[in-house]
């Protein structure tokens, strides 16, 4: 079954459709990264705008250096921290393949090596690296599991791998002389990364280069209230910690006992489950603003954002 679902998703691959496939972070919707018509394909299913870059995905790091140029702070990182949720943001060298559709005709591209045995297990396969967003529509949430899947995308082939195990996408970030910029807050932590790496000067930047940075993203399609301290009358919960806050609609708590690692696990799939419900906004309480608690509070802050 797992193999037959490898052999199918290579195939479609190779004949350039698309496929949804497991990582450690979320869900992706995968093309071939050498290939234009594919890469075309992945704007145009998720209804994604060109000038907002696709991550590439590889096996191991020799794919990675056959098509970018990496300084010594980006084998520090790379060494360190992959397979895993870290995209790096590298410069392509004049032999690479990968289409220039990928990254808005730039030169600098995102990349990563997943944390994700099936992801792995496809990518050995293949001759090319994978570009893959992840599985939503633009703007929405990300999923992670098959059963959240956005119904304009159940025609495409999917391989379902399980609940992601990190449930935040990877961090994006890129290397200069005295550190890194995060471009996207993620997964991996400034705190993992500052314990590692104590001598790096690291800054949080809001770039527009990192258009997943865009003010409205990641949101369900109920409203979202943040840092609330009450429950009104037609609103769903998202709790976190332990306190007195119920919702006559529905009520989810991330996590009981206040694990921020918990709580990004169930982050996504809760507020999949509350957009569901009969509520017309979902209010979700304070989340501690460190570690993984900052990059949720971004994607909360994110999906909040009114824009008319
Ligand atoms: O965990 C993840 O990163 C997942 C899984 C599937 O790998 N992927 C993901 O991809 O979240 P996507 O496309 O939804 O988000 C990619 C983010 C966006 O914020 C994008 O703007 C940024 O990475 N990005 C990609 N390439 C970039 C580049 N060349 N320069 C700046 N930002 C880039
Ligand atoms: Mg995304």
Redesign the pocket.
Known sequence: MYQKSIEEAKKRLFNGELVIFP?E????IGGNANNNASVELIYKTKNRPFN????C?FANIDEIEKNFILKDKDYELANTFWPG?M?L?LEKNKESKISSLL?NQ?S???C?I?NNETALDLLSKLDFPIA????NIATRT?ITSIKDLDNNLKNIFYIDGGSSVLGL??T?LKTNTKGCDI??L??LTVEQIKNKFKDYFIEIINTK?????QKKHYAPNKKIRINALDVNENEALLNFGQNNLTSNIKSLNLSIKSDLVEASYNFYNFINILDQTECNTIAVVPIPNHGLGKTINDRLKRASYNDG
């Open positions: 990582t972070t979320v869900y992706g907002n870059p696709l991550i995905h949720p995209t943001i990254s730039k600098f591209v995102g990563r997943p893959a967003p992840s599985a990300s996408e990877s994006v471009l996207r993620g997964s280069m990192s258009p997943g940075s």
